[in-house]
């Protein structure tokens, strides 16, 4: 059965955000992260160098995870191979009042993360409630590609809904069809 969960957009900027595990798993969830503005703490004793990421707002922790390590935590990624050690930690985030995303069990969760497409001024967010990442992903490449056919017209409706508002739906889709009547 799907999941429904409440769409929302967290900032987590501000947040302490830890990733147990740096696997291939950890790792797509410490990119979205780090994407999002996050200062993150990884813990995984294998961590190495995270190619690709801006390692200036990771802390590394080169050990497995202790209990004790999650103090303080607002969101725990917790993405290791071993199912005994996702569970004491899972345990110990919801202990410590932190949310906690299972990269193994999405269902034992309190968030999971759903398929993002971003322009710059505009987030698109797919889920499947967990039943399919895979038709989630498809979604998601199609919504890419019909805002890449549009160009730069969305983040100029934003910039425009910015500087005029309050701006209403019907003020919006009047503005989205004078620009595409533009072009």
Known sequence: MTRQGLPLVLDV??????????????????????????????IDPAISALDGDDTSAVTPIRRAWRHGDLADADLVVIATDDQAVNTAAAAEA??????VLRADRSD???????????????TIAVDSGGASPAVAAVARAELTRILDEEGDRWDELVRWATRNRPVSVA??????SEMRGRS
């Open 13 to 42: 900027t501000t947040r302490r955000c830890v990733v147990v595990g740096a696997g291939a798993g950890g790792r797509r969830k410490l990119t979205a992260l780090l994407a999002a503005g996050a200062k993150v703490t990884v």
């Open 108 to 122: 034992e969760g309190d968030v999971w993360l759903p398929a993002v497409t971003r322009r710059e001024s505009l």
């Open 94 to 99: 919801n202990a410590v009042g932190a949310l």
């Open 171 to 176: 003020e919006a889709e009047a503005k989205l």
